[in-house]
């Protein structure tokens, strides 16, 4: 049964063999972590990650809307806000804002993520040469 679940996910994902060791390495060190529970506060930037990277085609979607078609909104942006183009190009600055928020705290999950593991392996590694 062993075996035929793990020929099945290699069926399934037949790339999963040709993963870079910088990434089979992280998988690893993420799940050491969970494994500890020390994973912190990273499924809280996880999640933040995550609604952050949905709400940038949302955006996207508004901006091109807004700047290429629907005459009745860009009348109505006009009068509520004077002109169409500052709300496009708020959209647009929120947008470019957005990612570079979501590139941090990509960055901050994977730096805690190795962290973490080094801590994790230091402690294991120092708790087997105490008890020798």
């Not at 190009?89 to 973490?116: D, M, N, P, R």
Request: aromatic share 12%.
């Amino acid at each position: 049964m062993l075996e035929k679940s793990h020929h099945d996910i290699n069926n399934e994902f037949p790339g999963i063999q040709n993963l870079p060791a910088t990434r089979i390495a992280y998988y690893k060190a993420y799940y050491r972590l969970m494994r500890n529970n020390c994973l912190g506060n990273i499924p809280v930037l996880e999640a933040q990650a995550a609604f952050i990277r949905n709400v940038i085609p949302i955006l996207a979607i508004y901006l091109i809307v807004l700047c290429c078609g629907c005459p009745s909104l860009r009348e109505m942006i006009n009068q509520t806000f004077g002109s169409c183009c500052i709300v496009c190009a708020v959209l647009f600055i929120l947008i470019v804002a957005l990612c570079f928020i979501w590139y941090v705290i990509q960055s901050k999950i994977h730096k805690l993520v190795w962290e973490g593991a080094y801590f994790i392996k230091e402690v294991i590694d120092d708790e087997k040469n105490n008890m020798d």
